[in-house]
């Protein structure tokens, strides 16, 4: 069935450096949706990706549905970060979103 | 503004117990509505979605199922609890497009 493989599974950033989150898609997808979830278990909207990319303060994401994958850029990592990022495709058109696996951010000073 | 909520909060509950689990929407009338479950740990997978009042589809069941009594309530529930539906499970909503998720329920099974 149509997966989507998330990586790293962990990552572990110094307070004001950066990386970057991968999603790789096994099918062409629709559109990509990235969230952060914090410690209580509430999903924070992060993007909404139906091509190209978008950026919002220290966050930039990119998805590109011809070679089936979607990054997530973070720079400039604050303490808040840290917490467990996921990447969610949209295969067709009834909002099925089949998420990544996540990965765990733990941001340090 | 539209806002989800989700009742309860968190549950114990024992074996081959029943579960009703809520989920309304405020402020967007005909949204499209989901139920998502998460193992602790492990990732999201969604289980139910509805486009309309009393329609719903299902994705994944897990010995679960779902109702959409009114345009802004989604249920989800079962007669029998098993020791695997242990875990958080989320409501979430959405206009066209982006969904947006509710606080969540944490249910953990005995």
């Known amino acids: 069935g149509d997966q989507v493989e998330q990586s790293p599974s962990a990552l572990s950033l110094h307070e004001g450096t950066g990386s970057a989150l991968r999603c790789n898609f096994t099918t062409t997808m629709r559109a990509v949706q990235w969230f952060q979830q914090n410690s209580r278990g509430s999903l924070i909207n992060l993007f909404y990706?139906?091509?190209g990319t978008k950026e919002n303060g220290r966050l930039k994401s990119t998805f590109n549905s011809k070679e089936s994958y979607s990054t997530l850029h973070i720079r400039d990592a604050q303490l808040e970060d840290s917490g467990t990022y996921f990447c969610a495709a949209e295969g067709g058109n009834t909002g099925k979103l089949i998420f990544g696996l996540g990965t765990t951010l733990q941001v340090q000073p | 503004a539209q806002t989800i909520h989700q009742w309860p909060v968190a549950e114990i509950k024992a074996v081959g117990s029943p579960l009703s689990l809520g989920c309304t929407i405020k402020?967007?009338?005909?949204?499209?509505l989901y139920w998502y479950w998460q193992a602790t740990g492990g990732t999201l997978q969604q289980l139910f979605y509805s486009i309309t009042v009393g329609q719903v589809e299902s994705v994944v069941q897990l010995n679960l199922s779902a109702s959409r009594p009114k345009d802004d309530q989604f249920i989800l529930s079962t007669e029998k609890l098993l020791l695997s539906h242990s875990g958080f499970y989320l409501c979430a909503w959405s206009p066209i497009d982006t969904q947006y998720f509710g606080p969540g329920t944490r249910l953990l099974v005995l």
């Open positions: 990706l139906a091509s």
């Open positions: 402020g967007k009338s005909s949204p499209n």
